[in-house]
């Protein structure tokens, strides 16, 4: 028996952008992730009050074109932020705070940015590559962590399906080369049995 899937929430969807972006793409993808579910969090990131404002106008001119614009603005209006930073190394910050699902980064030297990126689902690097492509095209994966366990936890793969089972082996030199290691951590842990299991095999000098 061995465990499938994470037990998935509703989708999140940050966008880290700067004064390079297209406000009218930024709306967009803000507007797409809560198409799933009005519960899902949309959060834009930026270091740039007049992108911020931009996009704000674009979602007025936006969301009352969208199909499904009732559970959009409930998301929009529930649990949906914009975030005024210093820089794009605060936006990161942020970010990975946060650990997104899905993050989009829209700004100078995307691929460089992503790099830095510790937390998150999937990144979506260049005004070109919105969240929807990877739903459906790029072949990234589509069943990621929310919640924030991105900070923990990989998107859905093979090994989930997989049960490993380790295979430890060692010769008497190399255990009593590590046998002083094992000595301080297990005695960190008042766990001296541990100890005493490895010095049983190869006693201190000395005898002690």
């Known amino acids: 028996m061995v465990g499938t899937d994470g037990e998935n929430g509703p989708t999140e969807v ?13 709306a967009a993808d ?7 579910d009005e519960l899902a969090a949309c959060l834009l990131v930026t270091p740039d009050a007049g992108l911020a404002d931009e996009v704000d106008a674009a979602l007025g001119r936006q969301v009352p074109a ?11 209006a529930g649990q949906s932020a914009c975030v005024l930073v210093d ?14 699902e899905h993050l989009e980064i829209q700004a100078r030297d995307p691929a460089k940015l992503a790099a830095r990126v510790s937390n998150a689902g999937a ?3 260049g005004p070109y590559a919105p969240v929807s492509l990877g739903d459906y095209l790029a ?4 069943v990621l962590p929310t919640g924030g366990t991105a900070r923990h936890t990989s998107g859905l793969s093979v090994l989930p399906f997989l049960r490993l089972v380790n295979v430890v082996e060692c010769d008497r030199e190399a255990l009593a080369a590590t046998a002083p290691l094992i000595d301080a951590l297990g005695g960190a842990e008042d766990l001296a049995a541990h100890v005493a299991a490895v ?8 005898g002690a």
């Open 66 to 76: 969208a199909r499904h614009r009732a559970r959009v603005e409930r998301a929009l």
């Open 14 to 26: 940050a966008v880290i952008a700067d004064d390079t972006a297209d406000p009218a793409h930024v």
């Open 123 to 125: 990144v979506f690097a």
């Open 139 to 142: 072949g990234s994966n589509h």
């Open 87 to 100: 820089d794009l190394d605060a936006a990161l910050a942020v970010s990975d705070a946060w650990a997104p």
């Open 199 to 206: 010095r049983a095999r190869v006693p201190r000098e000395g």
């Open 30 to 36: 803000l507007i797409a992730q809560p198409e799933h």
